[in-house]
């Protein structure tokens, strides 16, 4: 491991590190990412809060892809990174870990100090009434209105998503909400859409009370999560970044460590 020394020493040296991780830190679990090495869009764009909000027809096909999708997202584990940061935060090492991730996995593996930034994907939420219902019965409701679409079979993309080309839409059905009939739509942040800014503000505190902050498997091209390197830097913060490939952030990092998030915390363990 002495080839992750400078990441260890950084880690060692610090007793409030802000963590931040993103999509590379589950990859390994089985749930693909957006972007390539140099940050740039792998596949088509997710679909905008805009869109889903203003169209029935989008909503149908966003419905359908993840009813596809959600085996198989659901299913995912922890993977050591998961794992390695779990065991930091019991070490008393981490003042806090804010994901841009929507799949829950860092709580699964352990870790209770989380801020989920955009979200979980194993909810639904309401957006006349703002009613919250779990996942699972939702994706009960659509699997009984929809009786063909389980048996699908697709290529996994993103959150959940599934590719599904070539396959009609128009007949899908999808269930509104049963106390007020508004539209459904899951409990995360949309491209599109604002983080909630009481989330904002309770990461703003964490960083300020943290000595130092450390990225993990995330490019940062996002403004939502760069934002909290921008803070970190101004406040003379230290950052390491664990990544592979470029980030919005190697400008601004004390320690660029371009490695698979599981091998480089692989110490931790």
């Keep these: 491991m002495m080839k992750y020394g400078d990441l260890e020493s950084f880690i060692a040296r610090r007793r409030r590190l802000f963590v931040l991780t993103g999509a590379g830190c589950s990859a390994p679990s ?8 140099e940050g740039r869009w792998k596949r088509v764009p997710p679909v905008t809060y805009q869109a889903f909000m203003a169209s029935e027809a989008t909503r149908r096909r966003y419905w359908g892809r993840s009813l596809v999708g959600w085996r198989k997202f659901h299913a995912a584990a922890p993977n050591l990174a998961h794992r390695a940061l779990a065991r930091l935060e019991r070490l008393g090492g981490s003042e806090v870990l804010l994901t841009q991730n929507v799949d829950g996995l860092h709580q699964t593996a352990g870790s209770e100090g989380v801020i989920d930034l955009h979200g979980r ?8 009434c703002g009613a919250r219902t779990a996942r699972s019965a939702f994706q009960e409701a659509l ?46 942040v949309f491209f599109g859409e604002s983080v909630p800014r009481d989330r904002v503000e309770r990461a703003y505190a964490h960083l300020a009370a943290a000595d130092a902050m450390l990225v993990v ?23 390491a970044v664990v990544n592979l490939g470029r980030t919005r952030a190697d400008a601004l990092a004390s320690l660029k460590v371009e490695a698979p998030c599981e091998e480089a915390l692989a110490f931790l363990l």
């Design 30 to 37: 089985g749930i693909p990412d957006y972007r390539d090495a």
């Design 121 to 128: 994907l194993d909810r639904v939420r309401c957006m006349g």
């Design 143 to 188: 699997a009984r209105r929809n009786p063909e679409w389980p048996a699908l079979e697709a290529a996994e993309a993103p959150d959940g998503d599934a590719e599904l080309d070539g396959v009609d839409f128009s007949n899908f059905v999808t269930p509104a909400c049963s106390a007020c009939g508004g539209v459904l739509k899951p409990d995360v």
């Design 217 to 239: 498997g995330s490019s940062l091209m996002v403004y939502s999560g760069y934002r909290f390197v921008e803070r970190a830097a101004a406040s003379g913060k230290p950052i």
